[in-house]
Every structure is written in C-alpha cells, then in structure tokens.
C-alpha cells in the first residue's frame, strides 16, 4: 500500500535561489534552476554558467557601428536640407514643409539601417530621429521651413519613421 508522501512529487529548489521552488533543472548540468536563472539556448534550456548568454549579433552595435551611423547621417542632413530647398523652389514651401521630413525619416531610417549591416540599438535611433530634426531645424533657420501645425505633425512622423527601421 503507498502511502501520501510516496504519491507526492519530489519538491526542488533553484540551486542560487535556495527559497525558490522549481521543476526545471540544466539540460547540460542537471542543476535546479528557477526561471530567473535559466537561459534559453538552442538546445534546450541551460543555467546562467552553462548558457554563457551572448548579445544577439543585430544587437550588438560597437562603436565602429556608430562612426558609420554618423556619417550617414551627416550626408542625409546636407542632402535632406539641399533637397528640402530644391523641393521649396519647384512647389510651394507649405508642401515642401509636409513631404520632406517624412522623405528624410524614410532616408535615414533606410540609410542609417543599411550602414551599419541592419543592427539595432537604443543609440541609432538617436542618430536617426536627430537627423530628421536637425534637417528641420536647418531649413527652418534658413527660411525654407514653414513652421505650422502640419509641418511640426510630418516632422513627428518623420522622426517616427525613422526610428521604425533601427528600434530595438
């Protein structure tokens, strides 16, 4: 006859959280582990010192990525602002004011993404939303921007558009 305690599972605690119970344990060591020292690996689930987690290659911006970010967006700031005020000359800067900084937002989302082998970090959409703002900033300075409502609006998408292609 069993009795109650030969029914009951075996109860585990997390080998560095001695007050947490578990039911997983390393695939490689077959310490218990709780769910805040697990790392998933393809191979299964590992503790923090089998695992030996790794940033994610498109995660893993070094500061060589960040140069070529830079002056990607140097040339999109000359181009956007040379464009916005050839754009300004053929329409009218109210249109020019619209289209440009949704046009510099692709731009530099796109540019600054390829430059840098599509990574992705909190640091390149600084970089990017900067560019959009700085080339609207410019081209207000130099008479090219006409400040209004729609104009601050397609600034903002421009900014959101940016960042769409490089946020983490």
């Not at 218990?32 to 690996?41: G, H, K, S």
């Not at 249109?95 to 909190?122: C, D, F, H």
């Not at 640091?123 to 900067?130: D, E, N, P, R, S």
Request: hydrophobic residues 55%; glycine residues 8%.
């Amino acid at each position: 006859m069993m009795t109650d305690q030969q029914n009951q599972p075996r109860v585990t605690t997390c080998h560095w959280h001695p007050s947490v119970p578990t039911g997983l344990s390393c695939s490689q060591c077959q310490r218990a582990i709780c769910t805040d020292c697990m790392v998933q690996v393809p191979v299964g689930i590992r503790c923090r010192e089998c695992g030996r987690a790794q940033p994610l290659p498109t995660f893993d911006v070094r500061p060589a990525n960040y140069a070529r970010a830079a002056a990607a967006a140097a040339a999109i700031l000359i181009l956007g602002v040379v464009l916005w005020f050839a754009l300004a000359l053929v329409a009218t800067a109210w249109l020019a004011s619209i289209v440009m900084p949704l046009a510099v937002g692709y731009a530099a989302g796109e540019i600054i993404s390829r430059a840098v082998n599509l990574k992705r970090s909190r640091g390149l959409m600084y970089i990017a939303g900067g560019v959009v703002v700085l080339t609207a900033i410019i081209s207000l300075l130099l008479g090219i921007l006409v400040l209004s409502l729609w104009g601050i609006l397609a600034t903002v998408g421009g900014v959101l558009i940016a960042i769409a292609r490089v946020r983490l």
